[in-house]
T-cell receptor, first 114, second 113 residues
Framework: GAGVSQTPSNKVTEKGKYVELRCDPI?????LYWYRQSLGQGPEFLIY????????DSGLPNDRFFAVRPEGSVSTLKIQRTERGDSAVYLC????????????FGQGTRLTVV | AQSVTQLGSHVSVSEGALVLLRCNYS??????LFWYVQYPNQGLQLLLK??????LVKGINGFEAEFKKSETSFHLTKPSAHMSDAAEYFC???????????FGTGTSLTVIP
């Protein structure tokens, strides 16, 4: 596709359940990022992949959050035992390699934990 | 470490008036600077970026920003606001050796007809 694709666009889940959020980056982009955005806030960094490996996962809030990118393309963010505080918009972005390159963002997945 | 401060969480301007959105950054190494715009229920779209070279950068939709190292600022301007400019604007910084982007808390721009 032409841009970063995230599915689902909306997800409502019950507290305690497990969820997976998918990100399909722009073809050829080796870098992939996950951010979380709460209402009225800027995006908050979660994790960064360079290829298949998580180069920086310092933003993951706790061990309930995990992300994979097994083939260096599609990534999945996994949240176990969801809590109401996990409700937010989860943004995925991808970029070419290099710190002077911009990130291209998907439209996000709005997660609501009830 | 890097951080971004956006002064003014809400800015209102009249249609046709100058738009000025402020961004100050903190970085221990030379930074790369970005402005993104976010329309309701959409992802972030790049407006412009500064990496090296000319400190006045021009972006899409008539926006521009100037990197001022002495003031650690990267303010976004547009000479004449249009109704379609109403959106949330985010400034971001990235170290030239870094991975992640650090975002400010955003400025919501309202354009009054």
């Amino acid at each position: 596709g032409a841009g970063v694709s995230q599915t689902p666009s909306n997800k409502v889940t019950e507290k305690g359940k497990y969820v997976e959020l998918r990100c399909d980056p722009i073809s050829g982009h080796t870098a992939l990022y996950w951010y979380r955005q709460s209402l009225g806030q800027g995006p908050e960094f979660l994790i960064y992949f360079q290829g298949t490996g998580a180069a920086d996962d310092s933003g993951l809030p706790n061990d309930r959050f995990f992300a994979v990118r097994p083939e260096g393309s599609v990534s999945t963010l996994k949240i176990q035992r969801t809590e109401r505080g996990d409700s937010a918009v989860y943004l995925c972005a991808s970029s070419l390699f290099g710190s002077n390159t911009e990130a291209f963002f998907g439209q996000g997945t709005r997660l609501t934990v009830v | 470490a890097q951080s971004v401060t956006q002064l003014g969480s809400h800015v209102s301007v009249s249609e046709g008036a100058l738009v000025l959105l402020r961004c100050n950054y903190s970085s221990s190494v030379p930074p790369y600077l970005f402005w993104y715009v976010q329309y309701p229920n959409q992802g972030l779209q790049l407006l412009l970026k500064y990496t090296t070279g000319a400190t006045l950068v021009k972006g899409i939709n008539g926006f521009e920003a100037e990197f001022k190292k002495s003031e650690t600022s990267f303010h976004l301007t547009k000479p004449s606001a249009h109704m379609s400019d109403a959106a949330e604007y985010f400034c971001a910084v990235r170290a030239n050796t870094g991975n992640q982007f650090y975002f400010g808390t955003g400025t919501s721009l309202t354009v009054i007809p």
